[in-house]
C-alpha cells in the first residue's frame, strides 16, 4: 500500500509540474464524459417517458387474461373472457402494492354517421378509468367518460375528422356478438381523443364497458388491468400473481412484454449509446496517447536516473500508469460534476421538442441522469486513460539506463 501510495504521489507531482499538458488532457476527458452524461440522461428521459406512457395510458403494469389470449385473442376474441367478478388479488395481511385492478373488453366493427361507415377497433373502460389511467391520452375537444352518461363514447381525433363528426352528434356502431350474429347500438360522441400515436386516432374509439357488453351481447372482459403503486415492484406482484393464480384459467403479462414498440426503440438507442461511448472513449485514447507520450519523450533522463538509483522496470511501469489513471479520474470527476449541473439546469428549463414521426404532439424533453450513467462514465474515463496508458508506459519501462541517462548530454 505504501508503494501505491508513493506512486500516485510522484505521479500527482509530475502532473502539477506540466500544468498544461495536464490541463489539456484533463479537459479532453472532462469534455468527453459532460457530453456522454447529457446524451445517455436525454436518452434515459426518453425510456422513462416512454415507459410511463406506455403503462399509463394502456398497459397498466400488468395485465392478466385468460392463457393464449395474447397470441390468439384478436382472432377468436370470445373464447378468453374473463368472469365478471375480479377475485382479491392482494394479500390479506401484506403491504398494499396494487393500486387498482381495471377490466377492459376489446372489439371491433363499423361506425356510420350519415352516410360514411367506417372500420373501428374500440374498448369498452370503466368510465372512472380516466382518473386512474391518463397518461399520454388526451381529449382535445369536448369532454371524458361519465358514468352518467353510459350512452357517451370518445373517438380519436383522427377517426372523428374523418366521420365529419362534431361533439354532441350521434353515431351508430355495427359489431358482431358472441353468437355470430350483428347487433347495433346508437351512442352519442361526447369527446375527441388523441394519443402520442396517429394512425390509431384514425380508427379507435371508447365507451363504457357496460355499453359494450351490451353491444356484444357478453359478460365479462378481455383483460383484468393490473396497475401498482410502484413500477419498480413489477416483477415482484408478478411472481406473486402468477404463483397464486391457476395457471389453466389464468395468465398474468408484465407491460414491458406487451410493449413491442418500448422495447425495439429501447434497442435501437441503447445501440446509439454504446456507438457514442466507444467514439468518446476513442477521443479519451488519443489525448492521453498524446500527453502521455509527450511525458516519456520529455523525461528520459530523469526515468533513466531514477532506474540507475534502484528503481525497477516495473515500478516505472506501475508510476505511469498511475498518472494516467489520476488524468482519467480527475478528468471523470471533473465531466460527472458539470455533467450533473448541467443537466439539472438544462432539465429546469426544458427541452421543446418536435412531434417524433408517426405522433401528433411534441413534448418538453429533460435530463435524468442515474447513478449507473454517472457510474459508467466515470469508469469509462479512467478505464479509457488506463489503456491509452499501457504503451507509453511500458516504452518508458524497456529504457537502457545508458542510453536514457546519456539522452540530457
Not at 501505491?4 to 488532457?25: E, G, P, Q, T, Y
Not at 397464486?244 to 389464468?250: E, I, P, V, W
Not at 412531434?355 to 479509457?384: D, H, K, Q
Amino acid at each position: 500500500m505504501d508503494r501505491i501510495r508513493l506512486d500516485f504521489l510522484l505521479a500527482f507531482r509530475n502532473m502539477v509540474r506540466h500544468k498544461r499538458r495536464s490541463a489539456i488532457a484533463v479537459g479532453a476527458v472532462t469534455f468527453g464524459i459532460i457530453a456522454l452524461i447529457l446524451a445517455a440522461g436525454f436518452i434515459e428521459w426518453i425510456f422513462w417517458g416512454m415507459q410511463e406512457a406506455t403503462i399509463q395510458s394502456q398497459l397498466g403494469h400488468i395485465q392478466i387474461s385468460r392463457p393464449g389470449y395474447q397470441e390468439a385473442g384478436k382472432a377468436d376474441p370470445y373464447a378468453y373472457l374473463l368472469p365478471d367478478a375480479i377475485p382479491e388479488l392482494e394479500p390479506a395481511n401484506g403491504p398494499r402494492q396494487i393500486k387498482t385492478i381495471i377490466p377492459r373488453l376489446s372489439f371491433g366493427g363499423l361506425i356510420s354517421h350519415g352516410d360514411a361507415t367506417l372500420s373501428f377497433i374500440g374498448e369498452g373502460v370503466i368510465p372512472e378509468e380516466k382518473a386512474i389511467l391518463s397518461g399520454s391520452v388526451e381529449i382535445s375537444a369536448g369532454e371524458n367518460l361519465s358514468v352518467d352518461d353510459l350512452k357517451g363514447i370518445i373517438l380519436g381525433v383522427g377517426l372523428g375528422r374523418n366521420l365529419n363528426v362534431n361533439i354532441g352528434d350521434k353515431v351508430v356502431l355495427l359489431a358482431s356478438t358472441a353468437s355470430r350474429g350483428v347487433n347495433a347500438v346508437e351512442v352519442t360522441v361526447r369527446g375527441l381523443f388523441s394519443t402520442v400515436n396517429k394512425s390509431y386516432d384514425d380508427i379507435a374509439l371508447r365507451m363504457p364497458i357496460e355499453t359494450a357488453r351490451q353491444l356484444l351481447r357478453v359478460k365479462g372482459s378481455h383483460v383484468w388491468v393490473v396497475l401498482l403503486n410502484d413500477t419498480a415492484k413489477t416483477d415482484t406482484v408478478l411472481q406473486r400473481l402468477r404463483d397464486s393464480l391457476q395457471k389453466s384459467d389464468f395468465e398474468a403479462v408484465p407491460w414491458y412484454v406487451l410493449a413491442d414498440f418500448y422495447n425495439k426503440t429501447v434497442a435501437l438507442f441503447t445501440k446509439q449509446i454504446h456507438g457514442l461511448k466507444l467514439i468518446i472513449a476513442f477521443i479519451i485514447l488519443l489525448a492521453i496517447l498524446n500527453a502521455m507520450t509527450m511525458s516519456v519523450m520529455e523525461r528520459i533522463g530523469e526515468i533513466g536516473t531514477d532506474m540507475a538509483l534502484g528503481a525497477r522496470r516495473i515500478d516505472v511501469l506501475r508510476r505511469f500508469l498511475s498518472e494516467g489513471i489520476l488524468l482519467g479520474g480527475f478528468g471523470g470527476l471533473l465531466g460527472v460534476t458539470i455533467g450533473v449541473a448541467l443537466a439539472a439546469m438544462i432539465s429546469s428549463i426544458g427541452i421543446p421538442m418536435p412531434p417524433p414521426p408517426g405522433t401528433t404532439r411534441g413534448y418538453t424533453g429533460e435530463i435524468l441522469v442515474t447513478w449507473n450513467i454517472a457510474f459508467e462514465s466515470l469508469l469509462l474515463a479512467i478505464g479509457a486513460t488506463l489503456i491509452a496508458s499501457i504503451y507509453p508506459a511500458w516504452k518508458a519501462s524497456r529504457m537502457q539506463i545508458v542510453d536514457a541517462l546519456r539522452h540530457n548530454r
